[in-house]
């Protein structure tokens, strides 16, 4: 496991490992970060409403890979309303339950009610025929997994990406495995994107373009969850450099590559765990409005 460890830690650090596994150079990402996520639906609702969809393959994390799904499906205000409804519900964020050792956001519940009401359109999600890859992390090796999805695997592998310890207290089997959020390897994966052949990109952020991770009170406790996991643990002590390594990549790509960053205005009021209904409509409605200079900035990017 620990050579297994080291070779994905090696692949990480430079472009010049090219895997080129797929034919398109034009991809998009999109962060999670649970409830910021509403700006990123309102960049990709809007994106639907214009039909503008260039990319050639996707990848997404945690609550970013989601809303991604529901982008390629065609289904727009479906996260809205999931943001904006489901989340919001007792049954899915209580902190009662929390404190007596149970989830403090229960995912079965989630995603066994959405699939009954609100359930993704996989065949049109498949039918476009592109790549659309969820960022997970192997639980035993620490390692980014970056699972290509299909209409049979998509459902569980969404939230197993979005199964951050200490919030959901299990750990989903995917392929025989157990998985956990993606965030924790790779939160923002534009180097795997360049990796396998991108060269256009665009990212979706969902925190402010001046935002650089720090360590804080949740960091903590994460690792002390995971104290029992030491190459998880590891992994999820070195998210920090990683996730800033990621930001300078962004604003400097390697020659050849251009990238188009959207990220929420610097009034972004939406938390992590925000429950404030107003500020979750406000969020959704800028990344509605920043998406119009997310499809001007793509028109005029650089010629890679």
């Avoid at 430079?14 to 596994?21: C, D």
Wanted: hydrophobic letters at 35%; a positive charge; one cysteine or more.
């Amino acid at each position: 496991m620990v050579a297994r460890k080291e070779q994905a830690q090696q692949e990480t650090k430079g472009p010049g490992i090219a895997k080129k596994e797929f034919n398109g150079e034009k991809a998009l990402i999109v962060e999670g970060g649970a409830m910021r996520g509403i700006f990123t639906t309102g960049v990709l609702d809007a994106f639907l409403q214009h039909r503008f969809n260039p990319f050639e393959f996707y990848i997404g994390v945690s609550s970013g890979a989601g809303n991604l799904a529901a982008y390629l499906a065609e289904m727009p205000e479906r996260n809205l309303k999931i943001y904006t409804d489901y989340s919001l519900r007792p049954e899915f964020m209580q902190f009662r339950r929390f404190i007596c050792g149970g989830h403090l956001v229960d995912l079965d519940w989630l995603w066994q009610i959405t699939i009954a009401q609100i359930r993704l359109d996989l065949a049109t999600i498949y039918a476009k025929n592109k790549p659309f890859l969820v960022c997970l992390t192997d639980t035993q090796t620490g390692s980014a997994v970056y699972k290509q999805t299909g209409p049979k695997d998509l459902e569980p592998v969404l939230k197993a990406s979005s199964a951050m310890p200490v919030l959901y207290r299990d750990f989903p089997r995917i392929d025989n495995r157990p998985m956990t959020d993606g965030g924790l390897s790779d939160p923002i994966p534009v180097m795997e994107s360049i990796r396998r052949g991108a060269n256009q990109i665009m990212v979706l952020r969902s925190r402010p373009k001046d935002y650089r991770k720090t360590g804080g009170v949740l960091h903590r406790i994460l690792l002390w969850k995971l104290r029992r996991l030491p190459l998880l643990k590891q992994t999820a002590a070195s998210r920090i450099r990683k996730y800033n390594d990621t930001l300078a990549l962004i604003r400097r790509p390697p020659p050849g590559v251009s990238i188009v960053e959207i990220c929420p205005p610097s009034e972004f009021r939406t938390s992590r765990l925000s429950r404030d209904l107003g500020r979750l409509y406000e969020g959704y409605r800028q990344g509605k409005r920043l998406a119009e200079k997310a499809m001007r900035s793509w028109k005029n990017r650089p010629p890679s």
